[in-house]
């Protein structure tokens, strides 16, 4: 059975910083792309960040130079480090994991909520 468990989440101040962690289970980790997406109310799910096995990460433009997200294969862990944390960055998160070989093949993580604001 295929689970992405996230963790790390909550309330922070602007300005703040958390870290997101996301570990998988049932899942061969390293032919994987390990992504992180967040969803506010009414709007669709984005992409904030993504890593290749190789480490090739990609960023939206608007968390470049404040999100840093990396993975170890050892641990099948992916995290999502967020510092100068924005109120804009309000959302859910939620981890993914796309098999690199077949894009019509991902699993999703449960969702964790994170809230910046004073």
């Known amino acids: 059975q295929v689970q992405l468990v996230e963790s790390g989440g909550g309330l922070v101040q602007p300005g703040g910083s958390l870290r997101l962690s996301c570990t998988t289970f049932g899942i061969p980790f390293t032919t994987y792309t390990m992504g992180w997406y967040r969803q506010t109310p009414g709007k669709q799910r984005e992409l904030v960040a993504s890593?290749?096995?190789?480490?090739?990460?990609i960023y939206v433009d608007s968390v470049k130079g404040r999100f840093t997200i990396s993975r170890d294969n050892n641990k099948d862990t992916v995290l999502l480090q967020m510092v100068s944390l924005k109120p804009e960055d309000t959302a859910v998160y939620y981890c993914?994991?796309?098999?690199?070989?077949?894009?019509?093949?991902?699993?999703w993580g449960q969702g964790i909520q994170v809230t910046v604001s004073s």
């Open positions: 890593i290749a096995s190789g480490r090739t990460a």
């Open positions: 993914n994991a796309q098999y690199a070989l077949d894009s019509s093949l991902h699993y």
